[in-house]
């Protein structure tokens, strides 16, 4: 009997052990491939800015990840994740203490995208240095606050609100601070134009130098979504863990193909055209739109779900527009403005209750309504206050905004030894050309 007892225990440890040993593997993966959501950025900003400014929109998404590494290494992980108080945790800074490295490293991967989030909304005109600021007091100060706040044990919120990829925590808190750094910022040159009679401003949209290289960091961006939404549960190897997981893979992809048509036809209606740009600000705006709910939906709501936030993205665009605030990515509006919509509207009312949820249109209660608007607020409030003042006191330093003709000629040239594309060979292939022009290769005879 005992024997046969000391065998069902190694038995059972075997098994938690090599339960434990999935999860861990799942989440390391996850973690990996949403690091690549780092080159989708910075694929996506790079098309979609002007030529002259390549160079300096790929250094800087390189060093979000760098200066991101340092600054959660040694504050954010601990205010986010440290023992503490409701507000912040007060441990574990520079990881003393801590053992669960894999938690870490999948964490910062989330902390790191919060930052890249505001490259695009300041692209073509922030100072070098100031972005190395911002990116550094973002990722380990303003972001971790208000994680802990919903998703540590000891946060005041962890109760009652529901977060689950961060569609408040990461895209609210990036896509708010992106608001505040291109309003504070000011709009690019020629960006806007005053009309001197009406004394209103007049969109002059610059249009993006390489939608190729926008579409290919938006099919990266999609990829990156799956182990982005599908890990933050971080347990694979559970009772329905895989069947949670599958469901949330598929409401993801459901929700970006649902924003993408809602908005390719809507840039049809109000456009006039097939617009390739709306396609890609309509898949990523869908799939964040279902980051705080997707545990909680059916893909058929996630349909419901990804179109409407594709739709608050757009409208919020245009207000944008309308004040004068030039974010040449749409970053604040997409990030901000769909985050909030899935977090309040996706888990205050379309939460199904046999998924764990308490959405309002099924329970007939307001509570969780409440608690999720509540958080949508706290999380706007947090990360605009606390944004605005440290761009502020950049600009009245002087240091946040490139000068007129560093932001004319181009940052690549100003800032960092030349062009990003070498256009001698395109030189000297139109001088060829020109040369034998009358020639049989250039007249296409084969």
């Known amino acids: 009997m005992t024997n046969c007892t000391a065998t069902y225990q190694t038995e059972q440890i075997d098994l938690k052990t090599l339960a434990d040993a999935v999860n861990a593997l799942w989440i390391m993966l996850a973690g990996v491939l949403c690091f690549l959501l780092q080159a989708g950025f910075g694929l ?96 380990g100060f303003i972001y ?61 949209p610059i249009p993006p130098h390489n939608q190729t290289l926008a579409a290919l960091g938006a099919f990266i961006l999609w990829t990156g979504f799956f182990p982005f939404n599908g890990a933050s549960g971080l347990n694979i190897a559970t009772p329905g863990g895989v069947t949670q997981t599958g469901r949330i893979l598929v409401v993801t ?89 899935g977090l309040i509207v996706g888990v205050g009312l379309l939460g199904d209750p046999l998924l764990g949820g308490e959405g309002l249109f099924y329970t007939g209660s307001f509570t969780k309504f409440l608690w999720q608007l509540l958080a949508g607020s706290l999380f706007f409030a947090w990360s605009f206050g606390t944004c605005s003042i440290m761009f502020y006191a950049m600009k009245k330093g002087g240091i946040f905004r490139v000068s007129k003709d560093s932001e004319i000629i181009g940052m690549d040239t100003h800032h960092h030894g030349g062009a990003a594309y070498d256009m001698s060979s395109i030189n000297d292939g139109k001088q060829l050309e020109m040369k034998n022009k009358n020639s049989w290769l250039v007249k296409g005879s084969f």
């Not at 160079?55 to 954010?76: E, P, R, S, T, W």
């Not at 601990?78 to 990881?95: E, H, I």
Request: proline fraction near 2%; hydrophobic fraction near 45%; charged fraction near 15%.
């Open 144 to 204: 971790p606050v208000g994680t802990h706040w919903v998703w540590s044990p000891d946060g005041f919120l962890a109760a009652h609100v529901s977060d689950f990829a961060g569609g408040g925590a990461v895209h609210m808190v990036g896509g708010i601070a992106a608001l505040s750094g291109a309003w504070i910022l000011g709009p690019r040159i020629g960006r806007f134009e005053k009309e001197e009679t009406t004394g209103k401003w007049i969109s002059k």
């Open 253 to 341: 992809v459901m929700a970006g193909a649902s924003g993408g048509i809602t908005l390719l036809c809507t840039g049809k209606v109000h456009l006039g055209r097939w617009d390739l740009s709306m396609v890609i600000n309509g898949i990523l705006s869908g799939m964040v739109s279902v980051c705080s709910c997707c545990n909680v939906i059916h893909p058929a709501i996630g349909i419901v779900v990804g179109c409407g936030g594709s739709l608050v993205f757009y409208a919020m665009s245009l207000v944008e527009e309308k004040f004068g605030i030039d974010d040449p990515l749409g970053a604040s509006s997409l990030h901000g403005g769909s985050g909030a919509f």
């Open 44 to 139: 996506l900003e790079v098309g979609s800015v002007r030529a002259k400014n390549s160079q300096n929109i790929m250094i800087k998404n390189l060093l979000d990840a760098c200066v991101g590494a340092f600054a959660y290494f040694a504050f954010g992980y601990g205010l986010a994740y440290g023992d503490g108080n409701q507000v912040f945790g007060f441990s574990k800074f520079f990881l003393v203490g801590e053992t669960d490295f894999v938690g870490f490293f999948f964490q910062f991967v989330f902390a790191s995208s919060t930052a890249t989030i505001v490259s695009g909304a300041v692209a073509e005109r922030c100072r070098f240095r100031a972005y190395l600021i911002y990116s550094f007091v973002l990722t």
